[in-house]
């Protein structure tokens, strides 16, 4: 089995999408393990560290507390003996994720309720009192669904 060349900062960040001051931040908090450095005094990441940055951005994106994170790549610093540790940590990472996940479900239930609702009056041609609208400016500004259209509409569209 061959093992790979290291890959640079630049390499690293156009992989992950990360800026190569946010990885020189990600070890300079300890959010990733220290690397080690090519002759000429560079980062050298090998896919192990890669992978570890991957991770970091997925914890960091679903909600991880930074200390959190800094404490998980402490265990792995510790080897196998920290396996136990890392899953609970991991756990406890995971229902907080599932937590909001139903609460997202719940809150995306009640955003869809109202986009019918608004749906429902423009149908019907009604302010939000269920009131007929009879202006015919209202009603069309009513259906916009941009504000660069009701420039456009103000700009060109009669008064009444």
């Not at 959190?68 to 402490?74: D, S, V, W």
């Not at 991991?90 to 719940?106: E, N, P």
Request: net charge positive; proline share 4%.
């Amino acid at each position: 089995m061959t093992r790979q060349q290291p890959l640079g900062i630049a390499q690293v960040s156009a992989r992950t999408g990360l800026s190569k001051d946010t990885l020189r931040w990600y070890e300079k908090e300890g959010l990733i393990p220290a690397l080690p450095r090519d002759s000429a005094g560079r980062r050298a990441f090998d896919e192990a560290s890669v992978r570890i940055v991957d991770l970091v951005v997925r914890l960091k994106r679903t909600g991880m507390p930074i200390g959190a994170i800094r404490e998980f790549i402490q265990l792995v610093g510790l080897g196998a003996q920290s396996h136990g540790r890392r899953s609970h940590l991991l756990q406890a990472h995971r229902d907080r994720i599932l937590q909001q996940q139903r609460q997202l479900a719940a809150d995306l239930v009640a955003v869809e309720e109202k986009i019918r609702h608004y749906e429902d009056l423009i149908s019907a041609g009604l302010d939000c009192a269920g009131e007929p609208v009879t202006n015919h400016r209202v009603l069309a500004l009513q259906r916009l669904r941009t504000l660069d259209q009701k420039e456009d509409f103000c700009d060109h569209a009669p008064a009444s």
